[in-house]
């Protein structure tokens, strides 16, 4: 499985970026398929999961404000109104096999892109 990141990039507050995971081997019918990101000196959190089902979850921090979907072998990340406090790294990652439960951003993931820059100021 491999997954490349793309989209990132310097926006001012309240704007809008959406990201693209390009996912090679992975089954989309079975498992899930999540965004983190890590901020510097900070904890790696996760923003949005989706599993084959089209279940999602996202924290407090990002709901109403970003949204994962995925068509084919794509995943997206859309995130608008921007903040300061979105400033970070942000991984696309995959676990094969897992659905989208209560306590999915804590579990473990198999597979990790390497990373898109997200700057907001």
């Known amino acids: 499985v491999q997954l490349v990141e793309s989209g990132g990039d310097s926006v001012q507050p309240g704007g809008s970026l959406r990201l693209s995971c390009v996912a090679s081997g992975f089954d989309f019918s079975r498992g899930v398929m999540a965004w983190f990101r890590q901020a510097l000196g900070r904890e790696r959190e996760g923003v949005a999961a989706i599993d084959s089902d089209g279940g999602t979850a996202y924290p407090h921090s990002v709901e109403g404000r970003f949204t994962i979907f995925r068509d084919k072998d794509i995943l997206y990340l859309q995130m608008n109104d921007l903040k300061s406090e979105d400033t970070a790294m942000y991984y696309c990652?995959?676990?094969?096999?897992?659905?989208?439960?209560?306590?999915?951003?804590?579990?473990?993931?198999?597979?990790w892109g390497q990373g898109t820059q997200v700057t907001v100021s």
């Open positions: 990652a995959a676990e094969p096999g897992a659905e989208v439960v209560a306590g999915i951003f804590e579990s473990p993931f198999t597979y």
